[in-house]
């Protein structure tokens, strides 16, 4: 594996920066995950977007305009022959003084990693997997918006041990307010009476890629979608529920809280976006 550091490229052991990276110290700095499907990088424009706003909201300089990041970013696939597979584009605050100060920063890191992915094992993508609501709030946008995808994920990794505590391998994250956000890697979507809701991203969500990939495709089916606000009432009560993400694609959930989301399957709405998104990323 070649990893691709600041416009070279290092052997996987010798990929190392700096321990006074405040992206190490600090967890300054931004990130995105995307996906190779045969040889293709998918949605590699929406993702180079998402991750200049997420630097821009938190006043990081990316030392490459968005088209050059784009070509390192298919250069590293290249060089790496990754046909299917995932890619870690991570930009830190770069090298500094002790001291959170980014001003001690002179020039952000730029690290692309081409790997491979699996999140979820097989089977719970035919029998659906159970999920928890856990303690831990997505974090307030007066705080920092959830909607820059930040190198910053105790957040999240907190909900997550609470998911692991509960035996389960996700766990549902509500906003301040009490309304459901996302969960710790991933959008979540319910069913309802054939109609397609998730809740909109100033609620407390990543604004995903799959996610909005996933509205184009069932607006493309004829299916009525919303982007709106759900408790944790419209969670329990959902005909069906999934969950997306670039690692994740579409994984069905069937019990919340230890209710039983519809009749306990994956659902047939599910199935057949879980279909059209295989269709869509495979062409
Ligand atoms: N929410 C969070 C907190 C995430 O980290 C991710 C990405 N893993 C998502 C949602 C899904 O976003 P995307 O579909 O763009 O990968």
New binding site residues.
Partial sequence: MKVYIDGRYYDRSDARISVFDHGILYGDGVFE?IRIYNGKVFRLRE?IV?LYQSAKAILLDIPLSMEEMENAVLETVKTNQKHNGYIRLVITRGEGALGIDPTQCKRATVIIIADDIQLYPGGYYEKGIEIVTASSRRLASDGLD?RV?SLN?LN?IMAKIEARQAGCLEAVMLNREGFVA??????LFVVKDGKLLTPAPYYG?????????VIEIAESLGIETSETALTRYDLYNADECFM?????EIIPVIRIDGRVIGDGRPGKTTASLLNAYKALVKG
């Fill in positions: 995950g993702h998402r959830p995808k994920y999240n996302e969960c710790t890697g991933d959008n969500a990543l604004d995903g890629i799959t996610m909005k990939t997306t993400g670039t690692g994740a």
